[in-house]
Structures are given as structure tokens and as C-alpha cells.
């Protein structure tokens, strides 16, 4: 079964820098895109980026460019969002998703909250 | 960037009833490989958005098959046949044709009558 799995809820400060995570398992993670999703409190989905675990190629979405950086490590089969500089505004949930047609499958989602 | 468009926003239905959504994109999202890459995803209120279907028409394993989606070029539908309570969440479309970017439509909310 195809999993996967993200870190937990995070509460922060402005300013602060911050990492999350997204494991995957029970497919070939080498060979899937992973994609980062943000949807903030109430709203709709917004594609953030995407790395391909094997050669860590990177694209972001133009919103996101310079304003987090996604990384992998493919020994542990996890995919990274990261924020150097937290603003009240990222808070939102994040979620990672598998790219195969679209994104087949989902992490259960990681809260991030920052506020002073 | 290509642009999503769904349509209503809001659907408020009657169990046992048919509904409708569409979705409609900027340009068309045939590929080069000829595959069209327009997908649909569920949202239930609290949990991950869940794909239903892929490239137009393929419904992902464990979606019930009242679910259906079709379209070409630019115009796309997702058909729920009977809707049940637990069809209850926001629907969106996402086209995967023209990345970067990924986009997604701004959702339908499905609510029972």
C-alpha cells in the first residue's frame, strides 16, 4: 500500500525557520515526483512544487520561487518543505502528494501555525 | 499559466439525486503523448483531498462507480449518479497537461439539501 507519511503540527513564531517532512512508502519513491500542496484556512488547493527524488531536479511554482525550498533525501525516502523566515501568512496546512496522472495519493497533511 | 474554472461553486443536492460539475480550462490539455491529464479529487471536511478519477475518465481504485468523468480538449464533467452523505466536501479539478504549475480549479462544495 502506498503511504505517505508527514511530520506533525507545527506552532511558530514570525521569523522563525522551519522543516517538515513526507515519507513515503510501498512504491518506488526514486521514480515519483513528490508535490507539495498549501491549502490555507478555508480555501482551495495551491501546487507549491515538486522534486524528483532521484536527481533532486526541483520545480517551483513562480508563488512559491525563493519563498521555501523543497529537498529530498532518497536514502530515507523523504521529501522536505522548508521555510527560512516564517511570516503570519504561511499559516496553513501543507500536504504532500505523489505525482503519477495528477497526485494518486496523499500525506494525511501537516498543520503550521505561526503566530507571535 | 493555465487557468482552471469550475462551475457552480456551490451544490446543494437531494440524496438519490444526480449532480453535476464543471470544469473548464484556459486551453486545452491534450498532451503531445496524446493523453489528456485532467484529474478530479475529493475533499471530505477534515481529511486529505482523495483522487477519484484520472486522465479524464479513470476511476482510481476503491471509487465507487457512481462517480464518472469525461470531457475533451477544454470542457470536463464529473457525474456523481446518486449522491450519497458521504459525498459530502469540496471537488476540484486539476489539470497536469502545462507544468510547471500544477492548477487546480477553486472547488465545488457539495452539500445535501
Given at each position: 500500500e502506498v503511504q505517505l507519511a508527514q511530520s506533525g503540527a507545527?506552532?511558530?513564531?514570525?521569523?522563525?525557520?522551519?522543516?517538515?517532512?513526507?515519507?513515503?512508502?510501498?512504491?518506488?519513491?526514486?521514480?515519483?515526483?513528490?508535490?507539495?500542496?498549501?491549502?490555507?484556512?478555508?480555501?482551495?488547493?495551491?501546487?507549491?512544487?515538486?522534486?524528483?527524488?532521484?536527481?533532486?531536479?526541483?520545480?517551483?511554482?513562480?508563488?512559491?520561487?525563493?519563498?521555501?525550498?523543497?529537498?529530498?533525501?532518497?536514502?530515507?525516502?523523504?521529501?522536505?518543505?522548508?521555510?527560512?523566515?516564517?511570516?503570519?501568512?504561511?499559516?496553513?496546512?501543507?500536504?504532500?502528494?505523489?505525482?503519477?496522472?495528477?497526485?494518486?495519493?496523499?500525506?494525511?497533511?501537516?498543520l503550521v501555525t505561526v503566530s507571535s | 499559466d493555465v487557468v482552471m474554472t469550475q462551475s457552480p461553486l456551490s451544490l446543494p443536492v437531494t440524496l438519490g439525486q444526480p449532480a453535476s460539475i464543471s470544469c473548464r480550462s484556459s486551453q486545452s490539455l491534450v498532451y503531445s503523448d496524446g493523453n489528456t491529464y485532467l484529474s478530479w479529487y475529493q475533499q471530505r471536511p477534515g481529511q486529505s483531498p482523495r483522487r477519484l478519477i484520472y486522465k479524464v475518465s479513470n476511476r482510481d481504485s476503491g471509487v465507487p462507480d457512481r462517480f464518472s468523468g469525461s470531457g475533451s480538449g477544454t470542457d470536463f464533467t464529473l457525474k456523481i449518479s446518486r449522491v450519497e452523505a458521504e459525498d459530502v466536501g469540496v471537488y476540484y479539478c486539476m489539470q497536469g497537461t502545462h507544468w510547471p504549475p500544477w492548477t487546480f480549479g477553486q472547488g465545488t462544495k457539495v452539500e445535501i439539501k
Amino acid at each position: 500500500e502506498v503511504q505517505l507519511a508527514q511530520s506533525g503540527a507545527e506552532v511558530k513564531k514570525p521569523g522563525e525557520s522551519l522543516k517538515i517532512s513526507c515519507q513515503g512508502s510501498g512504491y518506488s519513491f526514486s521514480t515519483d515526483w513528490i508535490a507539495w500542496v498549501r491549502q490555507m484556512p478555508g480555501k482551495g488547493l495551491e501546487w507549491m512544487g515538486i522534486i524528483y527524488p532521484d536527481d533532486s531536479q526541483t520545480k517551483y511554482s513562480p508563488s512559491f520561487q525563493g519563498q521555501v525550498t523543497i529537498s529530498v533525501d532518497k536514502s530515507i525516502r523523504t521529501a522536505y518543505l522548508q521555510w527560512s523566515s516564517l511570516k503570519a501568512s504561511d499559516s496553513a496546512m501543507y500536504y504532500c502528494a505523489r505525482q503519477s496522472s495528477g497526485f494518486g495519493s496523499w500525506g494525511q497533511g501537516t498543520l503550521v501555525t505561526v503566530s507571535s | 499559466d493555465v487557468v482552471m474554472t469550475q462551475s457552480p461553486l456551490s451544490l446543494p443536492v437531494t440524496l438519490g439525486q444526480p449532480a453535476s460539475i464543471s470544469c473548464r480550462s484556459s486551453q486545452s490539455l491534450v498532451y503531445s503523448d496524446g493523453n489528456t491529464y485532467l484529474s478530479w479529487y475529493q475533499q471530505r471536511p477534515g481529511q486529505s483531498p482523495r483522487r477519484l478519477i484520472y486522465k479524464v475518465s479513470n476511476r482510481d481504485s476503491g471509487v465507487p462507480d457512481r462517480f464518472s468523468g469525461s470531457g475533451s480538449g477544454t470542457d470536463f464533467t464529473l457525474k456523481i449518479s446518486r449522491v450519497e452523505a458521504e459525498d459530502v466536501g469540496v471537488y476540484y479539478c486539476m489539470q497536469g497537461t502545462h507544468w510547471p504549475p500544477w492548477t487546480f480549479g477553486q472547488g465545488t462544495k457539495v452539500e445535501i439539501k
